[in-house]
């Protein structure tokens, strides 16, 4: 046993990952926009079914609890990636990205992430199994994370700090065009990369507590966050055009990292079983999808 599972496990699952990263690079999001559409909404069902079949998998090799929890941490990765994936949607407008340039930024983005959360992940479980009281410093980050989305307004394109700084870095490497509108100047395009990049570690703090809340196997905590990871670039053409219907959402996330800071802070004196925060989850999700949907959008006065 390594970290959780089997060595077979783990070369297993990163055979898969291999294989399912030539799959999404090779053979998607090529054709007519329509196609295009039509292939991100498949590939995003089909990783989802994926995903759902692994915690199946893990529940009747490894026990229900197994597969709970790592259900429990693919919701939270992913529902916490939509706000993720509104951050990249304004930032690719305001930077005038056409379809395949916001490709291969999110290609190395995936591909960056994935190593970054495994850093992380190794790091959050070894401070958790060796200092207990690192669990109190998790659970305040993540209420700290809910009360910065509550105070989020719908709609802010405002870029804070080092992200401000990178996008006037992108914008400065990108001004050179041609007389077709082709990008001349590449250091732009890597700019955006490092604010990709940038952006994912920011929410990274927030997401890895949040399934470290749920599960403490390095194997679980890991699993979860790269299948959800490796939806981000069908899921992010899915949703560029619902995002705004979404306006709500961002609520219910703030509920969902308030409930599983709690979960932590109190893990001592209250145990609550996985099957209730799936549940939690599950539901606060569907209340605020169907409001952003039900509630009429106040206008501006």
């Known amino acids: ?15 898969l990952v291999a294989v ?3 799959v999404d690079l090779a053979f998607l999001h090529r054709g007519k926009h329509s196609t295009r559409l039509r292939n991100a909404w498949a590939w995003t069902i089909f990783l989802a079914t994926l995903a759902c079949g692994f915690a199946l998998f893990l529940s009747k090799t490894q026990g229900r609890e197994p597969g709970l929890e790592f259900f429990s941490g693919y919701l939270i990765e992913g529902s916490l990636s939509v706000d993720n994936l509104f951050v990249f949607l304004l930032m690719f407008r305001s930077l005038r990205l056409d379809a395949e340039e916001q490709r291969r930024v999110l290609l190395w983005g995936v591909l960056g992430a994935i190593v970054m959360r495994a850093a992380f992940i190794a790091v959050g479980v070894s401070l958790l199994n060796r200092f207990a009281w690192v669990e109190y410093i998790f659970g305040a980050f993540l209420l700290v994370a809910a009360i910065r989305l509550l105070r989020h307004k719908s709609g802010d394109e405002s870029t804070p700090g080092m992200m401000s700084w990178l996008q006037r870095c992108c914008l400065r490497g990108m001004e050179d065009r041609g007389e077709h509108g082709v990008r001349l100047a590449m250091p732009g395009l890597l700019f955006v990369i490092l604010a990709v990049e940038a952006t994912d570690l920011i929410f990274a703090l927030d997401s890895i507590p949040a399934v470290l809340a749920i599960s403490r196997d390095p194997f679980i905590v890991y699993t979860s966050n790269i299948f959800a990871i490796l939806g981000l670039r069908s899921l992010y053409f899915v949703l560029a055009g619902l995002l705004d219907k979404l306006r709500l959402l961002h609520y219910g996330l703030a509920v969902i990292l308030a409930f599983v800071a709690l979960k932590m802070l109190l893990v001592h004196w209250i145990e609550v079983p996985v099957t209730v925060s799936l549940a939690v989850i599950l539901t ?5 999808a169907a409001a952003s949907k039900l509630i009429p959008e106040k206008k501006a006065s």
């Open 284 to 288: 606060t999700l569907a209340i605020f």
């Open 20 to 22: 399912l990263l030539v």
């Open 1 to 15: 046993m390594i970290a959780g599972a089997s060595i077979s496990y783990w070369i297993a699952f990163h055979v």
